[in-house]
């Protein structure tokens, strides 16, 4: 992988978030790559809605962002209905996020996010444009990486340090196995794996009990929040993220 960006194709281009657009898409076309069968990616037509790249071989689906600054915190989405449909249709994209350095012209990191972890409790609405402006009433959003479980996000590049192929593939393919649950219950996974990711190893169940405030605030319309709990720690267990040892015991694998 070249983590060099070619500004060749932007001369053309006067404006910064164009020049941005056009060589961090040429460069992904020329080296990512999909984590799930490690073939090429297809860059999709302009104005192609959601997604920007598909794999040449098993026809998944991924969303470029690329930005200068570190990566956390928010990322700008596309228009909140839209995109709240597709995570809950279960076809967002996955999302594979570019950190780089314009003047150096280096790619420094790329972090893959698994679209069965991109659910409605990581999606902020934006506050929609006033009735003056030219599209009065549209309404973006934002993706909260914040509420995204850390396990999650793959690093393929960190620091400009490439990792393996088949160690991301690996990766990729654990976290994939969430996609048996329906859509609209990957919301409650994620939050509880959040969570988890936060407890260590080695964690006990009244430990993520002990989120039941903050877990009540992302669903407000479920009353029973204990016994939800328990409920995703078995799906955590049945796709082998965790293991229950005995006693309210477990162990994050």
Request: hydrophobic share 35%.
């Amino acid at each position: 992988m070249d983590l060099r960006l070619s500004f060749d194709n932007a001369v053309s281009y006067r404006s910064e978030s164009q020049i941005a657009r056009v060589v961090t898409e040429r460069w992904a076309s020329d080296n990512l790559y999909c984590p799930n069968c490690i073939e090429n990616l297809l860059h999709c037509l302009p104005y192609t809605k959601t997604k920007d790249f598909d794999c040449s071989r098993c026809e998944a689906q991924y969303q470029l962002k690329s930005q200068t600054k570190v990566i956390s915190g928010s990322l700008m989405g596309a228009e909140y209905n839209t995109t709240l449909m597709s995570i809950l249709a279960g076809c967002h994209p996955s999302m594979m996020i570019m950190r780089y350095a314009g003047e150096a012209k280096l790619v420094t990191d790329i972090q893959v996010i698994h679209r069965s972890y991109i659910t409605e409790s990581c999606l902020i609405p934006r506050t929609p444009l006033s009735g003056t402006a030219r599209r009065a009433g549209w309404q973006g959003c934002l993706f909260s990486l914040d509420n995204i479980p850390k396990s999650a996000k793959i690093d393929i590049v960190s620091s400009g340090i490439v990792a393996p192929r088949s160690a991301v593939q690996q990766q990729w393919k654990t976290i994939q196995r969430l996609l048996t649950q329906p859509a609209v219950a990957r919301g409650w996974t994620s939050d509880v794996l959040k969570v988890v990711d936060q407890l260590g190893q080695r964690f006990t169940l009244q430990q993520v009990y002990s989120h039941e405030t903050e877990l009540s605030r992302l669903h407000p319309q479920n009353l029973n929040v204990k016994p939800k709990i328990r409920q995703q720690l078995q799906v955590l267990r049945d796709v082998g993220i965790v293991e229950f040892i005995g006693n309210g015991d477990y162990i994050r694998l």
